[in-house]
């Protein structure tokens, strides 16, 4: 039995992982996940709500992190500088963590409830991002644009992490924000420019 | 009572829409809607398979439109101004059909589980946009960006037409496509370009 319920915690969550990859997400009970982890079902739900919930457990975390970064990030820079910073420090977190964080990723892709989840989080973290890009003075519009673009980036990024593990995500994230750079050359006509 | 399948699927679907303005999503019922629309139960599920999809309907058709507008798009365009072209043209359907688009995008911002159905319609979308970048020969790591990316700026743009009708969407977009170029002005510092 774990001793403590942050021990209980991580093991519910490295159990659910590993049924979900083994059998499918469909195919796991809460309680099987709980007999695995060494723990009976209540203690399950005693930190879970449901066993969708049990692999976003650091969504939270990486929200604090990602707002207190935007909010550090060096004066100066562009929103999607800033965003670059920001992404790159939370990057780190989830590289050290890769041994979880790359089945996970790979759970979700093949789980449409699962995807469902992740987009719904995604959604919530980039308005978040863009909250914190406004206490920077953004202003309005452009927060909420680079928040959502800025936030695409590093899905993609690492998504492409995930394929190509032969180079660091923090590589995939310069990369893909680099090449954002190059696909937003000009592609407006001089005399299609929006009213101002 | 409507005389063809395709103006009782009509019917339904502006009285799904109006049920959901005037009481919400959760406290209406699918026997509400055919009610409202002169038609039995059995006929609103002959149509759509939940209360879900009915506010869903033209993303079929959407798809289909972008696809094809991406492969008609000028040669020569970066992926970005492709899509730009694309969403444009894709923009005029939605600005002829405002009376049914606005209240629709109002509802489904402020019903969780519609921006659950809504933010997969758009990732499945979005996999499609890239899909048909790439058979425009846009390497593949570039069209996955530039359909994450796109498809993020005309979310954006729509969004902002639903807030600031006094201007067209079609000037939204312009202006959103334009900004994501401002935004995107180099954000790397030289020394840290990825290794290519």
Redesign the interface.
Known sequence: MPRSGAEARSRLKQAALELYQERGFDRTTTAEIAARAGVNERTFFRHFPDKREVLFDGEADLCAALTQEIADAPDG?????VL?CAFRKAGRVLEDNRPFAEPRMAVIART?VL???D??K??ALTEAVAEALRLRHVPD??A???A??G???F??AA??WIADSA?SLD?HV???????????????PAQ????S
């Open positions: 820079l562009q929103p999607l500088g670059l449409p995807r469902e989840r987009l719904a995604g959604a519009r452009l909420d644009l680079a959502r673009t936030w695409a980036t899905h993609h998504q492409a180079r590589t310069l990369q893909a924000f680099d090449d954002l750079h190059t696909l937003s050359e000009p592609v407006l299609e420019q929006p009213e």
